[in-house]
T-cell receptor, first 115, second 112 residues
Framework: KAGVTQTPRYLIKTRGQQVTLSCSPI?????VSWYQQTPGQGLQFLFE???????NKGNFPGRFSGRQFSNSRSEMNVSTLELGDSALYLC??????????????FGPGTRLTVL | AQTVTQSQPEMSVQEAETVTLSCTYD???????LFWYKQPPSRQMILVIR??????QNATENRFSVNFQKAAKSFSLKISDSQLGDAAMYFC?????????FGTGTSLTVIP
């Protein structure tokens, strides 16, 4: 079974631009979560999508948004990019909604650099 | 919010030796899972081992085992017979409610 895939793997943008990242979960997985990983803050939860609905959201500004399609693929959008948005963005999928019993499977990440 | 603390930012171990990575966490939940994830330089996060909080028996997965002390909220990872491929960043993770909470990670170096 193919793993979680993320595109693109690397991205360079300038301040003020917007960016869209894509994540394809493992076949059959219905939950997709997004994380931001930076050296200073570590891994921080952005949001979770399940059945095309945002189910849970971390403490990030409204510039960070996402959506999920009927095939469970998810996109994350960041508008009005800031230098501090430079990070590795990880996507993770799981069979069911995030909960105490669910395991997440991570993608390789998208490295976003904001200049 | 839950917190996960990994007090060892970096650790090193000789090949074939044993190393223990520490983790403490804070939660008010009674039902949760604990995980150790490994992130090699290629950046793909991989599950190493998981522990159900309601189980007293410590989880074991080949060379990897945990020491789970629920009352102390401690969850350490022991790697036996360390191999070069074990070199990575290791994250302690709790899954409570509907979120995963990550520690800051321990970077493990394996010395040949």
């Amino acid at each position: 079974k193919a793993g979680v895939t993320q595109t693109p793997r690397y991205l360079i943008k300038t301040r003020g631009q917007q960016v869209t990242l894509s994540c394809s979960p493992i076949s059959g997985h219905r939950s997709v979560s997004w994380y931001q990983q930076t050296p200073g803050q570590g891994l921080q939860f952005l949001f979770e999508y399940f059945s095309e609905t945002q189910r849970n959201k971390g403490n990030f500004p409204g510039r960070f948004s996402g959506r999920q399609f009927s095939n469970s693929r998810s996109e994350m959008n960041v508008s009005t990019l800031e230098l501090g948005d430079s990070a590795l963005y990880l996507c993770a999928s799981s069979l069911f909604r995030l909960g105490p019993y669910n395991e997440q499977f991570f993608g390789p990440g998208t490295r976003l650099t904001v200049l | 919010a839950q917190t996960v603390t990994q007090s060892q930012p970096e650790m090193s171990v000789q090949e074939a030796e044993t190393v223990t990575l520490s983790c403490t966490y804070d939660t008010s939940e009674s039902d949760y899972y604990l995980f150790w994830y490994k992130q090699p330089p290629s950046r793909q996060m991989i599950l190493v081992i998981r522990q159900e909080a309601y189980k007293q028996q410590n989880a074991t997965e080949n060379r990897f085992s945990v020491n789970f002390q629920k009352a102390a909220k401690s969850f350490s990872l022991k790697i036996s017979d360390s191999q070069l491929g074990d070199a990575a960043m290791y994250f302690c993770v709790t899954n409570t409610g509907n979120q995963f909470y990550f520690g800051t990670g321990t970077s493990l170096t394996v010395i040949p």
